[in-house]
């Protein structure tokens, strides 16, 4: 249920920022004059730093989340648990073997 309240906030904002970037390059091409050419370029260019920004935030947030997982030390030890099972099940299949060599 969060995930999907998640994604709908992600979409709303999407849509919004969408339409605002939508209605500033109605607005410059609708002008009766050119507009200037740092005001093309900045709205032209608007979804691509949108991405990037999209980008660096998500690297942030993983990067936060490896760190913050370091304070947790109970979370920690069940999460080296589990691969230390799984390495061992791999190890059982003959998988991990295939690979190590």
């Known amino acids: 249920m969060v995930v999907l309240l998640r994604w709908q906030i992600f979409s ?3 849509v ?3 339409s605002i970037w ?3 390059r109605q607005a410059l091409l609708s002008q009766s004059d050119p507009p200037q050419f740092a005001a093309r370029i900045a709205v032209d260019l608007a979804p691509l730093w949108g991405v990037v920004l999209l980008g660096i935030y998500g ?3 993983v990067a936060y989340g490896v760190i913050a997982l370091r304070d947790h030390k109970e979370v920690s030890g069940v999460l080296e648990q589990e691969v230390a099972e799984v390495k061992k099940e791999l190890q059982r299949l003959g998988i991990l073997d295939a690979y190590q060599k």
Do not use: D, E, P, T
């Open 12 to 14: 709303i904002y999407g």
């Open 16 to 18: 919004a920022l969408l």
């Open 22 to 24: 939508l209605a500033a």
């Open 59 to 61: 690297i942030g947030s």
